[in-house]
């Protein structure tokens, strides 16, 4: 998608200084800034200070860290050790575990001259596979907006969480996707964007790319879905996940669930778009899914400009308060209208996603 009209991706490889490129999200909306990961510290650290974020990326971030480990030092215990770091740098999101899982296993018993081409290749086919699943993603939810426009005759309201958008993935994003092919094809669309408190992914990057793609979109504050779906001025939610387990179950950024509860209350359809690398297969218990707890000043700092138009990082709250900062929620599969995916949408059930994927 663009940036000042100007084409981008989220990550790329630099073959002629060996480095992974990525856009600094920690700086947007008000900075543009493209910086290289040149280290595997570099790579654990762009994930876990969130200069990279969402679930696709995230993973492809790790794909490409592995890359970095080879170049680094060519050793497997190196490589070994690096993977467990990236599986660690951040807790909830499967992609991560899944994107390393699948690098290691292409990469067994490769031998030692062919290890940074194969590597290259695979974390690039990560990369395009994210792309193309993203694709069909927009394709297969298009039709739900598209239906909702045909009744309606109006601009359909679309409410989204977090940051779901290509800005979260390698481009066109989950969420945003079906979005993106609507208001590409004509189709009249307003998003509803959450803030998203503490780290507002919603306000500081949904909001800016949808502007970037010339989407009308108006930030609320996170407790507004309520009264907005109560009034009839949301025709559909659409959030991402980070996680969602064999049940159907959705973990997503820390107030997903309180949406989901409203969409139930307004009958509101509630929508989940996912790459198939963000199903946990494993996991059939909701309560199992780890929670990721972030560092309480997230919540008690705020940045922003200041008149200068400088960046500025403020504290809003009593020095003497206590903050506590969870990033995720698990939104229970009976509140999920369908999963959104590659394949086409299902019913978030084990019986929905083994129908589409077998
Ligand atoms: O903490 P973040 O910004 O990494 O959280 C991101 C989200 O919760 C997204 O909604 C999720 O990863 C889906 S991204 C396509």
């Not at 050793?75 to 575990?97: C, G, Q, V, Y």
């Not at 993203?134 to 298009?142: D, K």
């Not at 979260?168 to 945003?176: E, K, L, M, R, S």
């Not at 960046?311 to 209208?337: C, E, G, H, R």
């Amino acid at each position: 998608m663009h940036i000042n009209g100007k084409a981008f991706r989220t990550i790329w490889f630099d073959k002629k200084d060996q480095t992974v490129k990525i856009i600094d999200q920690t700086k947007l909306p008000h900075k543009f800034e493209i910086i290289n990961l040149k280290t595997t510290k570099d790579a654990i650290n762009a994930i876990k200070t969130m200069k990279v974020r969402g679930a696709p990326l995230i993973g492809a971030t790790a794909a490409y860290g592995i890359v970095l480990a080879i170049i680094e030092k060519n050793n497997p215990e190196f490589i070994n050790k690096s993977s467990e770091d990236f599986i660690k740098s951040r807790p909830t999101a499967i992609n991560l575990k899944w994107a390393v899982n699948r690098m290691l296993k292409k990469l067994s018993g490769v031998n030692n001259k062919e290890v940074l081409k194969i590597a290259l290749e695979e974390a690039s086919s990560i990369c395009e596979e994210d792309v193309k699943f993203c694709e069909n993603i927009g394709l297969h939810g298009l039709k739900i907006i598209e239906e909702i426009y045909n009744k309606k005759k109006n601009t359909v309201n679309i409410l989204t969480h977090c940051n779901a958008g290509w800005l979260a993935t390698i481009d066109w994003g989950t969420a945003t996707s079906p979005i993106y092919h609507a208001h590409k094809k004509g189709i009249k669309v307003h998003v509803w964007v959450d803030e998203t408190r503490p780290r507002n992914q919603g306000a500081f990057l949904t909001s800016f790319e949808l502007n970037e793609e010339g989407v009308p979109n108006t930030i609320i504050a996170d407790n507004t879905g309520g009264i907005l779906m109560q009034r009839g001025e949301v025709d559909m939610c659409i959030v991402g996940t980070d996680r969602t387990i064999a049940t159907g179950d959705v973990a997503n950024k820390i107030g997903t669930y309180l949406k989901a509860l409203a969409a139930k209350d307004n009958n509101v359809p509630f929508y989940v778009a996912l790459p198939s690398s963000t199903i946990d297969w494993e996991t059939t218990d909701l309560k199992k899914i780890p929670i990721e707890e972030r560092d309480s000043k997230e919540l008690s700092y705020i940045e922003g400009l200041d008149e200068n138009n400088n960046v500025k990082k403020v504290l809003i709250y009593p020095k003497k308060s206590k903050t506590m900062n969870l990033a995720f929620d698990v939104t229970p599969a009976q509140y999920v209208t369908g999963l959104i995916t590659e394949k086409g949408v299902c019913e978030a059930s084990k019986e929905g996603l083994k129908k589409l994927f077998k």
